[in-house]
């Protein structure tokens, strides 16, 4: 899969259909992924937080959860990006999971 840098954060250059489908295959080889959400706000969070930095670049995937970061991944040359809004991702992998038959876990915020 295709990254690209905005000050030093790495994107994936995907759209809804290609996260699905990683998603998908993790799911069928029970592969342990995750999934970093990323407007330009994560962007510029991990300027300010070398941690967060090194989350985000290690994700499976930090999705371009945003216009202005699909602007500029289409500007490096990435003609198929498209946005992929977190909430709608989730939704999806949810129900590929259903599909599938496997569970999610969720972990963060009351």
């Known amino acids: ?16 259909e290609d996260a699905c489908d990683i ?4 799911i069928t080889s029970r592969k ?4 970093s959400v990323c407007p ?3 962007v510029m969070e991990c300027l300010k937080d070398q941690k ?3 989350s985000v670049n290690s994700a499976t995937l930090a999705t371009p ?3 202005p970061v699909v602007w ?9 990006i498209r946005r992929v809004y977190g909430p709608d991702l ?21």
């Open 1 to 16: 899969m295709k990254k690209f840098e905005i000050l030093g954060v790495k994107i994936s250059a995907i759209n809804m």
């Open 23 to 26: 998603i998908r295959q993790a």
């Open 32 to 35: 342990k992924i995750y999934i």
């Open 40 to 42: 330009v706000s994560t």
């Open 52 to 54: 967060m930095l090194v």
């Open 65 to 67: 959860d945003g216009m």
């Open 72 to 80: 500029l991944g289409k500007m490096k040359g990435h003609s198929n």
């Open 90 to 110: 989730m939704l999806e992998a949810c129900k590929i999971s259903a599909e599938k038959g496997f569970k999610n876990y969720f972990y963060g915020s009351s």
